[in-house]
């Protein structure tokens, strides 16, 4: 495993690992990760996406889509980040496992996210969120966003939601 700590992010960077703890590297989605991936995303958020899915979106912006992985190279959180609308970038999916919640991987991961938007010249991240998730709420509020709008029966079991955003 390639190790630079403290490293700018890289766009070519797709095998290079970042150090951000004693136990947690950093580094560029890869096609092996999807099976991992949609694990999470099953416990985490409850959602089953075809795998085709990750790997599409996958392919717009590579440094918007980020993953965190110990020391054996376990995937242990991701985030997906894409950019539709000029000068936005848009967190899509972003969940870490279970276990290793309120250690910082999330925080990690949406650290770098923002320094990739800012290097892709983007002014403002946005995302959305389940008006009943009052953890991702809280950690999104510590991020510095804020609610931008109501989004009525946004989820398919008609949940309301949230839109937050930041500017960078
Ligand atoms: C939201 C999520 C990705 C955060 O990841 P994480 O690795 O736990 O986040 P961090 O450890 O970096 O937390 C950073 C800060 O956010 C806040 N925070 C995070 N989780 C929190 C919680 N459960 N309750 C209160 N505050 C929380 C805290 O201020 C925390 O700092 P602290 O631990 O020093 O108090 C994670 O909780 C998760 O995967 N949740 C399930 C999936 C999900 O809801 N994704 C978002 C969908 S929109």
Redesign the pocket.
């Known amino acids: 495993m390639r190790c630079i700590a403290d490293a700018a992010p890289s766009p070519t960077a797709e095998t290079t690992y970042f150090k951000v703890g004693d136990n947690l590297y950093l580094r560029n989605f890869h096609p092996a990760d999807v099976p991992r991936i949609a694990q999470i995303t099953a416990e985490?958020?409850n959602e089953h996406y075809d795998p085709s899915l990750y790997l599409s979106l996958s392919r717009e912006w590579p440094e918007g889509y980020i993953v965190a992985v110990d020391r054996d190279g376990t995937v242990q959180?991701f985030l997906l980040g894409v950019c539709q609308v000029p000068s936005e970038g848009r967190v899509l999916m972003?969940?870490?496992e279970g276990a290793?919640?309120?250690?910082?991987?999330?925080?990690?991961l949406m650290s770098t996210f923002f320094n990739r938007c800012r290097v892709k010249g983007l002014r403002r991240v946005t995302?959305?969120?389940r008006v009943g998730?009052a953890?991702?709420i809280?950690?999104y509020n510590?991020f510095g966003f804020t609610m931008a709008d109501l989004l009525r029966n946004y989820y398919s079991d008609g949940e309301n939601g949230y839109q937050m955003a930041r500017y960078l």
């Open positions: 985490a958020l959180g972003f969940a870490v290793w919640r309120r250690r910082g991987v999330g925080g990690a995302l959305e969120v998730n953890n991702a809280r950690f510590r």
